[in-house]
């Protein structure tokens, strides 16, 4: 299984970005699908999740009314469109991909994912 990020960069504050995330070696129609970021000195904590089918997404309050969450299974990618981004949006953006056998289930919780990207540096300037 095979996860590639792209689209990042960096960015003015209130700027846009808008990160893919290509998956290979699964059906990716199957499986929950997230975005994690770890900024430098922290934690990597949750950002977005959506359902298989894209009709349910969760979302980290940092982040809710700024980025949108998306996906199409006919190409098996991912996406996360990031608005009005902010100096403390700067970090690492990860996707990963649920792990079975819940992987119908949304879930924040990263240890609930198995497979990883290598990530995409996001900076915003102020």
């Known amino acids: 299984v095979q996860l590639v990020e792209s689209g990042g960069g960096l960015v003015q504050a209130g700027g846009s970005l808008r990160l893919s995330c290509a998956v290979s070696g699964r059906t990716f129609s199957n499986y929950v699908m997230g975005w994690f970021r770890q900024a430098p000195g922290k934690e990597r904590e949750f950002v977005a999740a959506?359902?298989?089918?894209?009709?349910?997404?969760l979302y980290a309050g940092s982040v809710k009314g700024r980025f949108n969450i998306s996906r199409d299974n006919a190409e098996n990618t991912v996406y996360l469109q990031m608005n009005s981004l902010k100096p403390e949006d700067t970090a690492v953006y990860y996707c990963?991909?649920?792990?079975?056998?819940?992987?119908?289930?949304?879930?924040?919780?990263?240890?609930?994912?198995?497979?990883w990207g290598q990530g995409t540096q996001v900076t915003v300037s102020s």
């Open positions: 959506i359902s298989s089918n894209g009709d349910t997404t």
């Open positions: 990963a991909s649920r792990r079975p056998p819940a992987n119908y289930k949304i879930s924040a919780d990263l240890r609930g994912y198995d497979y």
